[in-house]
């Protein structure tokens, strides 16, 4: 019991420092403020009141100009010694120094934060590298995702409103252990949907303290029922089989990874690779609930209520080779995708806002795990803008997974 709660205070303090790393990355790449080197990730604070510089002139009227006229020529006296100050100090020269120290405090703190960044994508290399040279085997694995013929379906997702309040985390928000699971690789099959689901169960796991991690082998044959007596060849799935699959199930009937291992490589002609091996029969999770989501409203309130969101969408050429931040704009920057382009599954585990310079991008972006490994993006994790989302997502309703129970 002892060794089970050091592992789990060891990950812990693993997730902290990577989704530190990775927030700070992305803050960075959007181009806001720096943030401050500690563990709530806040920017470095305002500039006081006392301290700002007037950045407009405002309109003044005939009565406001004469005190601005007062006011300048006492300022000019004082400065000259030529009438006594009742301040201990001369408040005008505290406001230069005020503000001078606030600028090497930023400065100071952006240059700590590009370093700490650097050394974060020095880490990363190696697996970024190595990304690069398989992105043929990943566009390769794409496929058209399957549709379920929801009533509920739209193909655009419309932005947040302009008066929308981004109430949870004003700055960012994370959902509850998002960072407790390891980024991972589907390798040459196109799993990513089994992926996306078995991680948005594995985090909600996680939520209740349990450590166990799902059989993604396990999930795309539940994902695939046409697939499950007899051998297939037709790429892809989509998690919404498996998960309602799993609610009419008896019991537990989600394996864990151990039990129901993922093969990484493709067996031609049979998608599923059956027959599963004994263990795959070994139910160790259930999952309970989960709720369809059409609008930007409700994946908004899905990601704010701790509930991990599967999303479908075709890929632009931007998606492939991100540093971390893909948006619309950059999606067309090489011509638009080709309109035959296949589909892709990957989850969304919080949000961020987008800084003025990109609010034609909408309020925010959302913050998404690929299973891609860590070469993808950054460090795995990338932030993709409303507008992005909302141009290239599939028919497929989202999904947000709401409830999961193990043994």
């Known amino acids: 019991m002892k060794n089970l709660l050091l592992i789990f205070i060891l990950c812990t303090s693993i997730s902290a420092s990577e989704e530190k790393e990775v927030i700070a990355t992305l803050w960075h790449e959007l181009g ?13 604070d305002k500039v006081p009141s006392i301290f700002k510089e007037k950045s407009q002139k405002k309109e003044l009227s005939p009565g406001q100009r004469k005190i601005e006229e007062i006011k300048a020529r006492n300022r000019k006296l004082i400065r000259e010694k030529k009438v006594e100050s009742h301040a201990s100090t001369n408040i005008y020269d505290q406001k230069r120094e ?35 040279k398989n992105i043929p085997t990943y566009k390769k694995n794409t496929f058209e995702i399957q549709s379920v013929n929801s009533k509920s379906s739209q193909k655009e997702l419309k932005l947040l409103p302009e008066n929308q309040s981004l109430n949870k985390g004003s700055d960012y928000y994370v959902i509850k252990n998002a960072f407790n699971i390891n980024v991972k690789d ?33 999930l795309y044959w539940s994902s695939k029922p046409y697939c499950q007596k007899s051998p297939c060849s037709k790429k892809g799935s989509w998690i919404s089989f498996a998960y309602d699959k799993s609610i009419s199930a008896q019991g537990f009937d989600i394996p864990n990874s151990v039990d129901c291992p993922y093969n990484a490589k493709s067996e031609p002609g049979n998608e599923t690779q059956i027959p599963l091996i004994n263990g795959c029969r070994n139910g160790k999770v259930k999952v309970d609930r989960y709720k369809k989501v059409n609008s930007s409203i409700e994946l908004y309130n899905s990601l704010n209520s701790n509930h991990p969101v599967i999303i479908g969408v075709k890929l632009s050429p931007n998606f492939y080779t991100t540093n971390g931040i893909i948006t619309y ?53 990338a932030c993709i803008t409303e507008k992005w989302l909302s141009k290239y997502k599939v028919a497929n309703p989202f999904m947000a997974l709401t409830k999961v129970r193990s043994i």
């Open 32 to 44: 806001h403020p720096p943030i401050k080197q500690n563990s709530s990730l806040k920017k470095v």
């Open 329 to 381: 704009q950059d999606s067309l920057v090489n011509g638009k995708m080709d309109q035959h382009a296949n589909g892709h599954a990957l989850l969304l585990i919080g949000h961020m806002k987008l800084p003025k310079k990109l609010r034609s991008e909408g309020k925010l972006c959302y913050l998404a795990v690929n299973s891609w490994t860590k070469g993808w993006g950054a460090g795995g994790y």
């Open 98 to 132: 005020g503000l001078s120290r606030y600028k090497k405090i930023i400065e100071k703190t952006l240059t700590e934060q590009k370093n700490e960044i650097e050394k974060t994508r020095a880490r990363w290399k190696e697996s970024r590298r190595t990304f690069l």
């Open 186 to 218: 589907q390798g040459k099959r196109p799993t990513c949907s089994a992926f996306a689901g078995a991680s948005a169960i594995e985090i909600l796991l996680r939520q209740s303290k349990s450590s166990i991690s799902v059989s993604e082998q396990y």
